[in-house]
Structures are given as C-alpha cells and as structure tokens.
C-alpha cells in the first residue's frame, strides 16, 4: 500500500519483509508525512515532535 513491502536478507535468503515506517494520515485520510527505516530509538520523540509542531501551526492558523 505505501511501498513498505522490501527485500531483505534473512539468514542468507532473499525475502520478501516490511520496512520499519510511520505514516502520519489526517482525518480526511490523506498522507501528511511518512518516517522511513526508522529507528526505535528516538523515533517516538521524532514523530511526537512533529505532530505537536503541526498543532502549533494549526492553532496559530485560527488566530
């Protein structure tokens, strides 16, 4: 659906796996953002981070 499916090696075969991502989807079910080969760690900050900067634009875009 978004290009996730990827080969990999896996002890020593080629198969087929998912890429580790994030998709961030609006309400009107539209792609706002994509994070891909994440990794774990700081990734939650990352996406957290984004979504509250994307808010503070929101929120100043009402005034």
Known sequence: ????LKPKKMFGKEV????RSTFIINKEGMLVKEFRKVNLKGHVKEVLDFLIEV??????DKK
């Open 16 to 19: 087929v796996g998912t890429e």
């Open 55 to 60: 808010n503070n634009k929101l929120v100043l």
């Open 1 to 4: 659906m978004y290009g996730v």
